[in-house]
């Protein structure tokens, strides 16, 4: 598409087509020397079984973009239904009485409660217009049962049905 065409589409119908792709809610966090730095992100994909690698993408005006561009170590982690407060609250919303919790999983701060946490290595950076796209190698992940937040059409969802409970933990690919 040249820069006529591209210049052509208008970014919030973009944005409202795009907002029809249901997707999950993460978080992506990392320790710094001030403490823990968390962003909500729902442009989150697995990018590659082997090596594992997952792609986030950032927008370049995010505080959280040269964090995550310094970062040695961060996390994913998949927000259960019940955090839609955490994940309005890394998004920078005020969300009253809201208080997250982490824990250390594999040297990268993890968000307590969450239904999947990935533990990743920087592994390469891609410009992507306004964004760049964050490859990380997976070092450590596991899974517990329940029920996903979602997020479609700019608006919080949940699914109508409860998903069978499986865990699936695995410990350490290093």
């Known amino acids: 598409m040249d820069q006529t065409a591209a210049a052509a589409i208008d970014p919030k119908l973009f944005r409202n087509v795009m907002s029809r792709f249901a997707s999950g809610v993460t978080v992506v966090a990392v320790q710094t ?77 993890a968000l307590e409660g969450a239904l999947a946490h990935i533990a990743l290595t920087p592994h390469d950076v891609h410009e992507c217009g306004d964004h760049s796209l964050f490859l990380g190698e997976v070092r450590g992940m596991q899974a517990k049962g329940g029920t996903p937040l979602l997020y479609y059409a700019s608006a919080y969802h949940h699914l109508a049905t409860e998903p069978e409970s499986t865990t699936h933990k695995v410990a350490n690919f290093w």
């Open 33 to 109: 020397e001030n403490g823990v730095r968390a962003m909500t992100a729902n442009a989150f994909l697995s990018g590659s079984l082997n090596p594992p690698l997952t792609v986030v993408s950032v927008a370049k005006r995010a505080h959280m973009h040269p964090v995550l561009s310094e970062a040695k170590t961060y996390s994913i982690s998949f927000l259960a239904r019940e955090q839609e407060d955490l994940s309005n609250l890394f998004a920078g919303r005020k969300v009253e009485g809201a208080k997250a919790e982490f824990f250390d999983f594999h040297g990268a701060p």
